[in-house]
């Protein structure tokens, strides 16, 4: 067995590698971007609240409506805040995956082409046996002609 199909597995599991890696990359976009869906939706929320409580409408509350308006108000901010922080952490990893996905790639990258030049040094040796082989059998032929 040559060393080329020596390798193959190994060249298989560096492909799968870098398949899982990248279908990680992938999963981790879409979290973010659910993420980031969930933290839009709270600021049009917090905005559309913001809208509806204010001006006029706002001066004819009583102190307890007031007060529970700006509980929950103050509530939604805060997950607006925390929403921001799992955005953000969201974000580190698919950076995170982004890397590592990269780093497989280059591995990969480099097996393929350490498997090519041994494909072609195995690729050459063939081609110089063959020729040998031909110059022999054409010695042969000449010979037996002369």
């Given at each position: 067995m040559?060393?080329?199909?020596?390798?193959?597995?190994v060249v298989k599991h560096v492909d799968n590698k870098e398949k899982t890696a990248l279908e990680a990359v992938a999963f981790s976009q879409q979290q973010l971007q659910q993420q980031r869906n969930k933290l839009q939706q709270l600021t049009d929320y917090s905005n559309e609240y913001?809208?509806?409580?204010?001006?006029?409408?706002?001066?004819s509350y009583s102190s307890i409506q007031l007060q529970e308006y700006n509980r929950f108000f103050t509530q939604l901010t805060d997950?607006?805040?925390q929403q921001t922080q799992i955005v953000a952490m969201a974000k580190r990893?698919?950076?995170?995956?982004?890397?590592?996905?990269?780093?497989?790639?280059?591995?990969?990258?480099?097996?393929?082409?350490?498997?090519?030049k041994i494909e072609a040094g195995e690729m050459r040796q063939a081609e110089k046996i063959e020729q040998k082989f031909m110059d022999e059998v054409a010695l042969r032929i000449s010979l037996k002609t002369h």
């Open positions: 040559t060393r080329s199909k020596k390798l193959k597995p913001a809208q509806q409580h204010s001006g006029a409408q706002s001066a997950t607006i805040a990893e698919v950076e995170i995956k982004q890397q590592k996905w990269k780093l497989t790639r280059s591995r990969s990258d480099a097996m393929h082409k350490v498997v090519d």
